[in-house]
């Protein structure tokens, strides 16, 4: 890296490596905190050694990001001198911009970077973006973390949580307060003291738990506590709510906003909303009957003044010529497309101006140049101060768009009248460079071996230097920095390299230039060559600075072009495009690279070496030519780098020498094929990046020899056998134990045989085996094949040998049928079968071993190869050992046995059983099969005999005792049963006979009888006898009566018993009652009985009830036993199953209602979910109602309309009836009526005069009635009888009503009550309803029809527009056929006048002095009219003249004034109304 800065961190010494760390000062600051998370932009701000806020004014990492590829930020020119000491800062504070860096007082503006203004917006450029972010310290950090651990709930499950707990808390306080508002209390101070706790334990654990984005401080937790306090205090313990007070009339005010809202709806408005005294209270006339008004003012001088605080600015000159034209035109077309342009501040005192002309300078040229801005209202302007006493005079700032460099003065400003503004005497001109603009780029010249190449994306990578390639001259460097700019300038470059941030700095002492313009004086004036060299100083020149490193360190090299800054103090930040702000490591490290960021990926050189499996494994390696063992070996590498790689390797055998390569796609478990013996050497290794170097060590493989045998025998000789009995076999062995030998021995006695293939194994190189035959013969061995280690499929060898051999005898002992017998019972005799090898006739000696006795005996003469030992007959009990001890054939061989022997157990009787019955046998349900136990000691399997006495087949039946698997010699089982009955034993036996416990010998099977239940018929009838009575019946009950029989049941088992039985039941008004296809409803029930029980019949419901037994289970039959349909007693196991019960109906009666002239009168019912009596209603006309004098008379009336009652029975009952009656009075005590002897089943009732004889509600209910049976209907408790009128209807009740119509008559609170009035908009129209508290009025309001529900004695209705009103028709609610009608009641409702000031618009009028102005003003309405104007101060709104003007018959009128002030009107009043009413 090359560049010199000063007073930066690097130091002053000239070019300086980046490389060494020893000679770089990396910026640090105390007090950074260590960042966990694993991006690289984290990496970048965490691991940077500085404040993540407290970098300073040319770090990009204080505040928000941008997707601007620049930014820039201007301070004052006379800033300059200040630039190097500024860089020299650790630490400038935390309260510098993320995007614009610079000196306080230099905000963004929307068209530039320009100087610091302070004023109220109207349409201001946009702020600049000024954010601090905080400082993170331990403690910090920790009080935003939350005090429920993460692994316990995460975060958005805290607030989630969190969140739905404030809301249930609030719905549940919600709650309390309507239901609080609705009791007649409306306080409490249970709710108070409650929702003071809870509120102050949710706003505490608010505070204490830390939830992020959900925590507390303590002040707003207080705070929080204290309004909930005032809010329980309003809610729960006042009467009078502050809130409520506050709240109401808001609410009033929406809810009838919202009702003209929806009453505007046409057709359908009117008839939702209708007359709601909501919109009745809260109707307002509109303010729209007084519009307008005049102001009048004189306004003074005006001054402008440019660029005031003299700041300097600059513009991307660069930038914006590179874009084509036509993009430049719609960028310029288009304002909501305008690109951030520089903007110079003009300061204006006074009126608005109309236009602006100003003076430009160029820097290349030095020409003036005049330009004017005609429309001003296109610049962005902000308002400083206003002064309402100078009429529309403000001090405001605007902003001038400048896109070239150069000087700028402002020439001249004039307002739309002409008058031109004076300017500022002696202000400089306004200095705007070109923003300084840096760069980075790649170096060309970099060498061969660096491997350094630029990928598709911008990037670069190179291979890990060394030592070496670090001695050479790398001075060169990679990265070159073009700057252009207002020279001096000082560029800030962070370099991140694997998370370790520096921060390089470079200034302009030693760049080099790129261009430097030259201006020849032949074709100028000296004034023009002087012009130009007096503004030469400001324009933009071009330096190259270039940055080395010596990547020693593999890894990634990330380099930031941070910041420039010029000589005017001009910073710019570069930006890196993308979401995530200006240095997102991740994003230069996946996307495309930037003007402004470069990386460098420096790969670590790759290596390779032999696998750990070679260092461990046993050297050198075998090849093998055998198909089991390795041809070839796979020889693991340790490769590292990045794939794919490419290994070179030579094989050195003997002075052959082989150079290959091999490539590798994947790193994992890299091998290299050996096929051929030789010293394997890895040369080098190279990867997708870099070459590398690979280890010394070498790997040999060997070719194994094939293993070989040398083969000698001897003869074994045995001089009393007649010579050689066998062969004595050596062999010397080489290759790789273990080893395995194969021959094949084959008797050439027998030539037709097949010889027998054998094989010895060794572990030696050298063994010795020996063949020793049974038969005698010639014998040949042929050895065909040998194996070993390396060879274990095996190589051919080929080598016989020859021995002739004399045989020795031998015995062993034979099986018979597969076993050799080994049990044997005392007294019996044992034959064991041997069978003998050899040359007969043979002799055999064996011993006989029984309790430490041993016998010999010797058997001579055998012929033939098997032969029977006889044993026994055996006296005692016992094992018996019966060992070969010596044969010898009929040559005298003798030949001793060993270990050839075999035990004989002898037992000394047989099994053992008998039966284990039970004391009263083994009892069995019917139809289950029958288990006997028995119990059996003995050798198992037994073989149990046994029959059953009596049988007359005399058949024996056979049973086999197999042993348990958890018992000894003694077990008990069972054996099975045919049918009931007595067993016997007869006989047992395994191997030996066994015998008969005869105390046990016989055992008894008997079958538990089945459960039965009937009907016990004492108490019940029938009718007829023998085979044609009838079914068994209980006796007749009455519908509603208790029942006082029951049925009692016969039981026959083992109880409880389970019973289920069927009701059939057929309703009393079925024609076919007690035949089966016709049953109403068939019920089952189940009934638990224990020894003596009865089945309680049904009730409620009239009609035959039939009851049938369908089955019965006890205690040893758990499976229900069904039972015969029968209804007379077979057996005394089967009795009656089927009986019947009949309940006959109640005498039900209604009373009905007849005209006197026999006609039914319709009843209607009041009421649709309660039982209430029906009712007839009587209307009466207005004044017909009785007074206390007219008793008589309206009794009569009474008479005259009143209906005839009759009670009507159905003919279910059987007459004669009684019936008891409760007539309920309009006023006074119910009366019981008590109607006998009825015949028929109807009979009238005439109430009495004194019963019936006011207007009112009549009420009468049959209490009891009863038939010729007994048969009782109670329709009322007799407990209620006499208590007073009922809450509820019942049955059998009847109401009639007399009503007398309604009236309506206008309130006296209303226009209408005066007939001298007139009705205007806005007017209430009230009427006092008289009658019952329910009522439908109908009206006419402007030709629409309207019928509303009134619940109050006044109705009112709003006259929101004129036209005509007419109440028509008043109707009772209850009775809708009883209303009253109205021709009386028509009223025309007036408009409200109205008057226009200036056309109904707020005028503002500047005049000068003397002026006249004609304000003209325009009324509507009925004439004569009668207004009020007044003339206010515009500073104060003080009344300054109030004029009245009356009877004025025309519809215009003008005031003529040189007055400043605002004229307006206050009153208007026309022939029928005013405005505002009085």
């Known amino acids: 890296m090359s560049g010199r800065q000063s007073g930066g961190p690097v130091g002053s010494q000239g070019l300086t490596p980046v490389g060494s760390p020893n000679r770089i000062a990396r910026q640090q600051v105390p007090g950074n905190t260590e960042n966990t998370r694993s991006t690289f932009a984290e990496r970048v701000y965490q691991n940077t050694g500085r404040l993540p806020n407290g970098i300073g004014q040319f770090s990009p990492f204080n505040g928000p990001r941008t997707t601007q590829p620049t930014e820039r930020v201007t301070t004052s020119a006379n800033a300059t001198e200040g630039i190097r000491a500024q860089l020299s800062q650790r630490d400038l504070g935390a309260g510098s911009s993320a995007d614009v860096l610079a000196s306080a007082g230099s905000p963004r503006k929307k068209s530039g970077i320009i100087g610091n203004t302070s004023a109220a917006k109207r349409a201001p450029p946009p702020p600049a973006v000024s954010q601090q972010a905080p400082v993170k310290k331990d403690g910090a950090t920790k009080a935003h973390e939350s005090a429920i651990p993460t692994t316990v709930l995460d975060l958005p499950s805290q607030r989630m949580y969190a969140l739905a707990t404030l809301g249930f808390m609030a719905a549940w306080k919600l709650f309390n307060a309507l239901a609080l508002n609705m009791d007649a209390n409306r306080t409490s101070f249970y709710l108070f003291f409650k929702w003071c706790v809870l509120d102050t334990i949710i706003w505490y654990c608010g505070w204490r738990l830390h939830i992020p984005r959900l925590t507390l401080s303590t002040n707003v937790m207080y705070a929080l506590v204290a309004l909930s306090v005032f809010v329980n205090l309003n809610l729960f313990f006042l009467s009078e709510s502050v809130i409520t007070i506050a709240v109401k009339p808001m609410a009033i005010s929406i809810a009838s906003s919202w009702l003209r809202t929806i009453k505007g709806i046409p057709l359908l408005g009117p008839r939702l909303v ?154 400089p001109p306004t200095i705007v460079v070109a923003c300084p603009q840096a760069h980075l780029q790649w170096n060309g010249v970099v060498p061969e071996r660096d491997n350094f190449v630029v990928g598709g994306n911008g990037h670069a990578s190179i291979c890990q230097r060394t030592d070496q390639d670090q001695a050479d001259d790398l001075s060169s460097g990679l990265i070159q920095v073009v700057a252009r700019g207002y020279e001096p300038m000082e560029i800030s470059v962070v370099r991140l390299v694997n998370g370790d941030r520096e921060v390089i700095s470079l200034d302009s002492s030693q760049p080099q230039p790129l261009e430097r313009i030259q201006h020849s004086g032949s074709d100028m004036d000296a004034a023009q060559l002087a012009a130009i060299e007096k503004w030469s100083q400001y324009r933009a020149h071009s330096s190259v600075y270039t940055l080395s490193d010596t990547f020693l360190r593999p890894g990634e090299y990330v380099y930031k072009l941070e910041s420039i800054r010029d000589a005017a103090n001009h910073s710019v930040v570069m930006s890196n495009t993308g979401p995530k702000g200006m240095f997102d490591g991740d994003k230069a490290g996946s996307g495309k690279a930037t003007p402004y960021m470069a990386r460098v990926q420096v790969h670590r050189r790759p290596s390779v070496g032999w696998g750990d499996a070679l260092h461990i494994a046993e050297l050198p390696l075998r090849l093998s030519e055998d198909p089991a063992r390795k041809s070839e070996y796979a020889l693991p590498l340790r490769l590292s780098g990045t794939g794919p790689w490419i290994v070179r390797y030579e094989i050195v055998n003997g002075e052959q020498k082989i150079r290959m390569s091999k490539k590798f796609v994947d790193g994992a478990k890299p091998t290299i094929e050996a096929q051929q013996p030789g010293t394997y050497h890895l040369v080098d290794v190279s990867d997708s990046h870099c070459g590398g170097q690979a280890e010394k060590t070498n790997v040999t493989l060997e070719l194994a020899p094939k293993p070989h045998v040398n083969i000698t025998s001897a003869p074994i000789t045995a001089h009393e056998c007649g010579g050689e009995i066998g062969a004595l076999v050596d062999l010397e062995l080489m290759g790789r134990p273990p080893f395995a030998i194969y021959y094949r021995e084959r008797n050439l006695r027998f030539p037709n045989s097949r010889p027998i293939t054998r094989k010895v194994r060794s572990q030696q190189r050298r063994h010795s085996f020996k063949v020793m035959p049974e038969l005698a013969g010639t014998y040949e061995l042929e050895f065909f094949q040998l194996d070993d280690d390396n060879y274990p499929s095996g190589q051919p060898i080929s080598q016989t040998i020859t021995q002739e051999i004399h045989a020795q005898p031998s015995a062993k002992i034979d099986t018979v049928n597969g076993h050799i017998p080994t049990r044997a019972c005392m007294g019996e005799e044992l034959e064991l079968p041997v069978r003998l090898k050899g040359q007969g006739p043979w002799q055999l000696t064996y011993n006989v071993v029984y309790e430490n006795r041993r016998t010999a005996k010797t058997v001579t003469g055998i012929e033939d190869e098997s032969y029977t030992i006889a044993l026994g007959a055996f006296k005692q009990p016992g094992d018996y050992t019966v060992e070969l001890a010596q044969v010898k054939d009929g040559n005298q061989c003798a030949r001793d046995l060993i270990d050839v022997s075999t035990v004989i157990n002898v037992r000394e009787g047989g099994p053992r059983v008998g039966f284990q019955c039970p004391d009263n046998g083994v009892r069995v349900l019917d139809g289950e099969q029958a288990q006997i136990p028995i119990y059996v000691q003995g050798e198992f399997p037994v073989e149990v005999r046994y029959h059953k006495i009596g049988d007359a087949s005399k058949h024996v039946y056979t049973a086999t005792i197999k042993r348990n698997t958890y018992q000894g010699s003694s077990q008990v089982s069972s054996v099975m049963a045919f049918g009931p009955g007595e067993y016997e034993l007869v006989s047992a036996s395994d191997i030996c006979a066994g015998t008969i416990d005869q105390q046990s010998s016989r055992c008894s099977v008997i079958v538990e009888p089945k459960p039965s239940v009937w009907f016990v018929t004492d108490g019940l009838r029938r009718e007829g006898e023998g085979a044609d009575a009838g079914i068994w019946k209980l006796h007749e009950s009455c519908e509603g009566m208790a029942l006082q029989n029951t049925f009692e049941l016969g039981l026959q088992g083992s109880g409880p018993w389970k019973i289920e039985y069927q009701v059939e039941f057929w309703a009393a008004n079925n024609a076919r009652s007690g035949v089966p296809g016709f049953v109403d409803r068939t019920t089952t029930h189940t009934l638990v009985a224990m020894q003596t029980s009865t089945l309680k019949p049904e009730c409620c419901d009239p009609g035959l009830y039939r009851y049938t037994l369908l089955s019965v289970s006890d205690e040893r039959y758990q499976k229900p036993q069904q039972l015969l349909r029968t209804a007379q007693a077979i057996s005394s196991q089967v009795g009656v199953t089927v009986v019947e019960h009949m309940i006959t109906k109640s005498p039900f009666a209604e009373l009905r209602a007849y005209s006197p002239e026999g006609t039914a009168l319709e009843m209607q019912s009041r009421g649709a979910f309660r039982r209430q009596p029906p009712s007839i209603k009587y209307c009466l006309a207005p004044g017909q109602s009785r007074s206390d004098n007219e008793a008589q008379s309206w009794a009569k009336k009474l008479h005259e309309h009143l209906p005839v009652f009759r009670i009507e029975f159905a003919e279910s009952g059987q007459p004669p009836f009684q019936a008891w009656v409760e007539v309920f009075p309009a006023s006074g005590p119910s009366e019981v009526v008590h109607v006998s002897d009825i015949a028929g089943y109807s009979q009238p009732i005439i109430l009495p005069d004194h019963v019936a004889s006011q207007i009112g509600l009549y009420h009468m209910r049959l209490v009891k009635t009863k038939d010729a049976r007994g048969c009782e209907h109670q329709f009322v408790d007799p407990n209620e009888v006499g208590l007073g009128r009922p809450d509820k209807g019942i049955a059998g009740g009847i109401e009639i009503e007399y009503i007398e119509a309604p009236n309506a008559r206008p309130a006296s609170s209303s226009p209408a009550s005066d007939p001298t009035r007139n009705v205007c908009v806005g007017d209430v129209l009230a009427f006092d309803l008289r009658g019952l508290n329910s009522w439908n009025v109908e009206y006419e309001y402007n030709k629409l029809h309207r019928s509303i529900a009134v619940n109050k004695r006044l109705f009112r209705r709003i006259a929101d527009t004129p036209g005509n009103f007419t109440l028509q028709k008043v109707c009772h609610r209850s009775a809708n056929d009883c209303c009253s009608e109205f021709d009386d009641l028509s009223y025309t409702v007036h408009d409200i006048p109205r008057v226009r000031v200036s056309g109904g618009r707020d005028v503002y009028q500047d005049i000068l002095e003397g002026d006249m102005v004609d304000i003209r003003l325009e009324l509507k309405g009925t004439p004569p009219f009668t207004f009020t104007w007044q003339r206010r101060s515009i500073e104060s709104s003080k009344v300054l003249d109030s004029h009245t003007v009356k009877d004025l018959m025309e519809f215009e009128y003008t005031i003529s004034t040189a007055s400043e002030g605002t004229f307006e009107v206050t009153f208007i009043q026309d022939r029928y109304c005013q405005y505002p009413k009085a």
């Open 274 to 427: 209708g007359d709601s005294d909501l919109l009745i209270d809260s109707f307002e006339l509109d303010e729209e009957h007084i519009l307008g008004r005049h102001t009048i003012h004189v306004l003074p001088h005006s001054l402008t003044h440019m660029n005031p605080e003299s700041k300097s600015f600059c513009i991307d000159d660069a930038q914006m010529y590179a874009e084509p034209w036509y993009q430049r035109l719609a960028l310029g077309l288009f304002s909501h497309n305008h690109r951030p342009q520089t903007a110079i501040p003009i300061l204006v005192n006074g009126t608005h101006p109309e236009t602006i002309s100003y003076a430009y300078t160029s820097f290349e040229t030095g020409q003036r140049h005049l330009r004017t801005i005609k429309n001003t209202g296109a610049l962005q302007m902000e308002t400083n101060a206003v002064y309402p006493a100078l009429g529309n005079w403000v001090m405001a700032t605007y902003y001038l768009p400048v896109t070239e460099v150069g000087a700028y003065e402002i020439y001249s400003v004039k307002d739309r009248k002409g008058l031109e503004f004076r300017t500022a005497s002696q202000a």
